[in-house]
Each structure stands twice: as C-alpha cells, then as structure tokens.
C-alpha cells in the first residue's frame, strides 16, 4: 500500500476570492481516499498540470520507488508540469470534494499551475497526487509539528495563505499566539477564524517591496532578550530552504514557529528568530514555498 496516490479529479466549481486568489473545488470518487485521519492542517497535494496530449499513466508510474525520476525524465510538454499547492478543505463523504486555492502568477512571472487556474473551467479533469489517508506515513506531508500548550507563532506571504488558514482554523481553543499574513492587496484579507488568544494581522503590500512587512511585524512580536547571543546561522546559497520542526523539542518550553513563502524572506526570519532571538530550531518549521525568479517544477 503506497503512502501516495494518484488521484483522477474533475473541477467542480471555480471561485474568485480576490484579485489574487482563485478557490478550485475538484471532485470525484477516487477522493474517497484522499487525506489523514485528523486534522490535515497544512497537508500537501501535488497538482499535476495537464500537457498536451493524454499525459503519463499515474496509477502505473506511482507503483514504481522511483516514479519522479521517471517522471521527470518524460517530454515536459506531454507530461505536463507538477506543482506542489495546500489542500485547503476536504470534504469526505458519498461525494468527496477537495479545494485548492491558486495565488494568480499572471503576466511575466506566471507559471503552469496558475495558468492553468486562471482558465480552468468546470469539466475539466486533471490528477492530484496526494496522501492515503489509510497510510501510516500520509502524514509525513504535513509540516504542523506543534504540540498542545505550545505558544505558536506562524507567519507567511501570499503562497502561505491556504495553508495558514486551514492550520488556524484547526487549532485548539486553548491555543495563544500570534498570525502574521503578508498579501499583496487589502483585497487579498481572507476571513479567518482562530481562537480568542491568537492574534491575526493581515498586511497589504500594496507596492511594497516583498517581504519587508513580514519580516517587520515578525520583529515586533518576538524581541531578543538582552542576554541573548547572536547564534551563527548558515543558510547561505540559493537553495530553497526547508526544515522541519522535531515533535520532542516542545518539551524544552520554547515557543513553535512555522514560517512560509518565498524563500529569501523565509531566511530572513529564521536568521532573525534562531540567530538573534536565540529560538530552539528544533521548534521551528521553515519552508522556501517559491523562490524570485524561479519556476519550480516540484
């Protein structure tokens, strides 16, 4: 039993949040299968944008241990491209429904994923790769690692957003800290739902330049303590950054961070919090969502 399936889906309904954000509903029966047993948090689904022609036999490729090699080794333009996105609300049920919400990388900077949203009609079919919600490791695609009782702080851009909201609105009641949301325009404030002692601001960009807000407010919140020493932290290179937290680190007291987006801006912060603040970094989630200039085919 693979912990990874590939899912045939058709779209249901198309929805414009905002400006920026597009909401996809897929259905369909395979989706019986889909998840975790819990909450799926920030649970990843690979979309697996459609190229010209039939494109590759999932079912048959995902029986091999080395599928994305395979994968990869095929005509990017019958293939088609794989983007990794949130599964932002699953519905189980006699018909299983699955929304994905689709930030608008239009103009110059669009890629295959949000092209293909921005003309997605109801209809049309593609496959998503997800997690066997019977399988023990389908959880090994969810990066939350905070424990109860642990003070958290999750901050993140525009590419964060789905996967900020299905986490704060999971959250236990009990659960106090701090959300901060980096979006383009005061268009792109979403409605979210999070327990009294959570604190959620929503920052428009609004020209400003990437990140700078972010990284702001993320310095407000959590100051050094004046005993602190800086702590060296190499994360130089252009890699993209991700490092998840260790469940076990909860038991030291410090507070669980989890910080996503575009990957420079993530570095910044993860500088700032285990270089300067002095935070465990085993109690902090980092993920490099995208990086400037780069199309991800991942």
Not at 43 to 54: E, Y
Not at 170 to 179: C, F, H, I, K, R
């Amino acid at each position: 039993m693979s912990a990874m399936l590939p899912f045939d889906v058709e779209v249901r309904e198309v929805n414009r949040l905002s400006e920026n954000f597009v909401r996809i509903t897929f259905c369909g029966a395979e989706l019986d299968r889909f998840g975790v047993h819990g909450p799926t948090y920030d649970l990843r689904v690979k979309v697996m944008v459609p190229g010209v022609g039939p494109g590759p036999d999932y079912k048959q490729l995902l029986q091999s241990p080395t599928w994305y090699s395979e994968w990869k080794q095929l005509d990017p333009d019958t293939r088609g491209y794989m983007r990794t996105y949130t599964a932002r609300e699953y519905r189980a049920g006699a018909d299983p429904q699955l929304d994905v919400d689709f930030v608008m990388h239009l103009g110059d900077s669009a890629g295959p994923a949000s092209a293909w949203a921005s003309q997605a009609a109801v209809g049309d079919r593609l496959t998503l790769i997800g997690a066997h919600r019977d399988h023990p490791a389908g959880r090994a695609a969810i990066e939350w690692r905070a424990q109860p009782g642990q003070r958290v702080l999750i901050a993140g851009d525009e590419t964060a957003v789905p996967a900020i909201c299905a986490i704060v609105e999971t959250l236990a009641p009990d659960t106090v800290g701090d959300v901060v949301v980096e979006v383009p325009s005061a268009d792109d404030i979403q409605t979210l739902r999070a327990p009294a002692g959570v604190g959620v601001r929503w920052l428009a960009r609004d020209g400003a330049a990437h990140g700078s807000l972010l990284s702001g407010a993320v310095r407000k919140i959590v100051r050094p303590a004046a005993a602190d020493a800086p702590v060296q932290v190499d994360d130089e290179g252009d890699e993209m950054l991700w490092e998840s937290a260790e469940v076990d680190a909860a038991a030291t007291g410090t507070p669980y961070a989890w910080i996503a987006g575009e990957s420079s801006s993530v570095k910044a912060i993860r500088r700032y919090l285990v270089g300067e603040c002095g935070w465990d970094r085993k109690s902090v989630s980092f993920m490099g969502y995208w990086r400037r200039g780069h199309s991800e085919s991942i």
